[in-house]
């Protein structure tokens, strides 16, 4: 299973991104996917996370209401929309999967597997 994070930016405060996380080698059904960031110096945060086959969507008190999950089937491909970006927003961001949903979804050990990251920078 491989995850390919893309979408991220430079990108003035206020603005948005649209971040995209294709998956290889699995087709997803019940998996939990998870978004992450990771600032420098600090460790990595609970973004959000979703079940695939629907039915529950959680967010981080910091980006909710600006950050927006949604998944294409067809193509195996989750984003997270980022909208009202703000300096504290700048980290690399990280998508995650696990095979099966998990109450624990905020905690990155539970994922097992990542992608590389992508580099979210938002200037004031």
């Known amino acids: 299973v491989q995850l390919q994070a893309s979408g991220g930016g430079l990108v003035q405060a206020g603005g948005s991104l649209r971040l995209s996380c294709t998956a290889s080698g699995v087709i997803f059904g019940n998996h939990a996917?998870?978004?992450?960031?990771?600032?420098?110096?600090?460790?990595?945060?609970?973004?959000?996370?979703?079940?695939?086959?629907?039915?529950?969507?959680?967010?981080a008190?910091?980006?909710k209401g600006r950050f927006t999950i949604?998944?294409?089937?067809?193509?195996?491909?989750?984003?997270?929309?980022?909208d009202n970006l703000n300096p504290e927003d700048t980290s690399v961001y990280y998508c995650a999967a696990r095979s099966?949903?998990?109450?624990?979804?905020?905690?990155?050990?539970?994922?097992?597997?990542?992608?590389?990251g992508t580099q979210v920078t938002v200037s004031s």
């Open 33 to 59: 996917l998870g978004w992450f960031r990771q600032a420098p110096g600090k460790e990595r945060e609970f973004v959000a996370a979703f079940r695939w086959s629907g039915g529950r969507t959680t967010y």
């Open 70 to 82: 949604s998944r294409d089937n067809a193509k195996n491909t989750a984003t997270l929309q980022i």
């Open 61 to 63: 008190n910091s980006v």
């Open 100 to 116: 099966t949903w998990t109450t624990n979804y905020r905690s990155a050990s539970e994922y097992d597997y990542w992608g590389q």
